[in-house]
């Protein structure tokens, strides 16, 4: 079946650095794929999404491009805050059906 | 304002003891699914809702019930709950629309984390 693999965390980093966090993906079709993100204590929001190969989504600095070849959607930033300390998960959805397929969750540390 | 609610946030309860959490949405949604996340795992859907009346399994129903007699609840129900339901559950509801699941932001309610002891 469909499934979304991302890198295990945490992921330390300090204030600034240059972030990548890896999401990889198996579908059937051409699913459209997402960001989330999860703030300590919070519920969950869309960070940024693509929905067609070579397509890139942006948000508050994020960046991710829809990569067919390599069936990836990597997370980037250049310059990480203290804020962004958060978990992330990358997921992918299928136009038919409603279903968000999730991958595990990156924990995000980021220090001043 | 648009939102998901979800009551309670919190709840500790002991095995055996029927349960329901709440979920509503102001956004005249269609669709409305309900998720827990585990460490390691992710999210994985319980149940969903195509539409009032209209309800499905996920990926992990078993000890779940669900019911959408209004276009805005959704409630969960967990009939005899039992430490593996032990866990963080998200409502989620998103249009259904015709241009297809991709184009529709799901809403994700702040999450209930239930401890079944």
């Known amino acids: 079946g469909d499934s979304v693999t991302q890198m295990e965390g945490p992921v330390t980093l300090s204030e600034e650095a240059f972030l990548t966090i890896n999401c990889t993906y198996t579908?059937?079709?051409?699913?459209?794929l997402f960001w989330y993100v999860q703030y300590p204590g919070e519920g969950l929001q869309l960070l940024l999404k693509?929905?067609?190969a070579d397509d890139k989504g942006s948000n508050k600095g994020f960046e991710a491009t829809y990569r067919k070849e390599t069936t990836s959607f990597h997370l980037e930033k250049g310059s990480v805050q203290v804020s962004d300390s958060a978990v992330y998960f990358c997921?992918?959805?299928?136009?038919?059906?409603?279903?968000?397929?999730w991958g595990a969750g990156t924990k995000l540390i980021i220090k001043p | 304002e648009a939102q998901v609610t979800q009551n309670p946030r919190y709840l500790i309860t002991v095995t055996g003891k029927k349960l329901t959490v709440t979920c509503s949405q102001n956004?005249?949604?269609?669709?409305m699914s309900w998720y827990r996340q585990d460490p390691g795992l992710g999210l994985r859907q319980i149940y969903y809702?195509?539409?009032?009346?209209?309800?499905d399994k996920g990926d992990v129903p078993e000890g779940y019930k669900v019911s959408r007699k209004e276009k805005r609840n959704f409630p969960l129900i967990l009939e005899s709950p039992s430490p593996n339901q032990t866990s963080l559950y998200f409502c989620?509801?998103?249009?259904?629309?015709?241009?297809?699941?991709?184009?529709?932001?799901?809403?994700f309610g702040p999450g209930t984390r239930l401890t079944v002891l």
């Open positions: 989620a509801s998103s249009l259904k629309g015709l241009a297809g699941a991709t184009y529709n932001e799901q809403f």
């Open positions: 956004m005249n949604h269609e669709y």
């Open positions: 809702s195509m539409n009032v009346e209209v309800t």
């Open positions: 579908a059937t079709g051409y699913p459209s």
């Open positions: 693509a929905t067609k």
């Open positions: 997921a992918l959805i299928m136009d038919s059906n409603y279903q968000l397929i």
